[in-house]
């Protein structure tokens, strides 16, 4: 109440990520998305920034990153747990740099891709210190299904006859014949067959099939006979050749992921290779290259929780920074019971309030 009687009223304050925060949402978003999707350091944005006329230090920029982390983290939970419940898992892991004193640690970033359709596709990604095979047994510990991937040991815990059924992948026994081109020219007769493989699956895309009845009897018709031709070859070659060469090692690795590199000829949303999740790491490789390593091991959880919401906004259509300026308030009174409708795949922009 003023002097003259009259009630003074002040406008509401716009949603804060944080109470009495001097930056609003927008800021937040801004700065994940920019290191996230475009692995620009801290630093570089900090330079962007103040040639905008925009002055904010390095250290409040990573205020700004950690925070978002840590505010989005319960969706990032749920993200994983939808990994585990997705009968179609593809897995892979790459290093991640962590700063320690007067070093840097060898940690690990994992990545899940899941999702039984396009249109709901879940990218996780999950830090530890090690590559032990704790991390794929945390997530995927008691889950069924299919679990592809390259032939790394570390996924052996979750591909049990109780858990799920190990997918192989064909790109990955390809580049050990094409080492071993060099030495062995022979090498390319395998080579040539796995193209016919892939010949068969652009087939089906061009068909519109990928993942139906009608996709697995086209690779039960073709690619079945295929697989035989390589298995003869393989059997042919056995012995043939020193175990130790460039393809007396290529031989050996797929004749050791032989039951796993099958599986597709059954399941039709079986892919015939894991690029897929080697293409979800490509964003970590350049973040690596362009800002060396994480500060701390929170720092590299953080960066695992708004790598998984950035990938998962793109792989969905969903522009992440209109995604991240929206949730990033919205969980403060969100129900945990419905945080569903917070999750990339899900997320709708919310209508303007009628006037």
Known sequence: MCRCGETIVTA?????????????????????????????????QAKQLARAGVSVGRSTLGDLFHRSAEVLA???ARLLELVAESEHVSADET???VQEKEKCHRGYMWTFVAGDTPEKQVIAYSYSRTRSGETPKSILGGSEGKLQTDGYTGYNAVTTPEGRERAGCWAHARRYFFKALETAPEAGEVMD??????????????????????HRLLRDIESRAVVAKIKAWLDGHEGAVPPKSPLG????YTRGQWASL????????????????ERALRIV???RKNFLFAGNDTAAENLAVLQSLVATCEANGVNPE???????????????????????QNWQLPKPAAA
């Open 193 to 214: 067959l796995i193209a016919e493989l892939y010949a068969v699956e652009w087939q089906a895309q061009e068909k519109g099939i990928c993942g139906t009845d009608a």
């Open 249 to 252: 090692k290529a031989i050996a």
């Open 95 to 97: 290093p991640q740099p």
């Open 262 to 277: 099958k599986v597709f000829l059954e399941d039709p949303k079986v892919a015939v290779d894991n690029n897929v999740s």
């Open 285 to 287: 490789a350049l973040g």
């Open 12 to 44: 509401p304050l716009p949603p804060q990520v944080t109470d009495g925060a001097e930056y609003g949402p927008g800021l937040h978003a801004h700065v994940a998305v920019t290191k996230c999707a475009d692995a620009v350091p801290l630093y570089r």
């Open 74 to 76: 319960p969706i990032h």
């Open 322 to 344: 209109a995604y991240l300026t929206d949730v990033l308030v919205r969980t403060r009174d969100h129900p945990q019971q419905r945080i569903d409708g917070l999750l990339p």
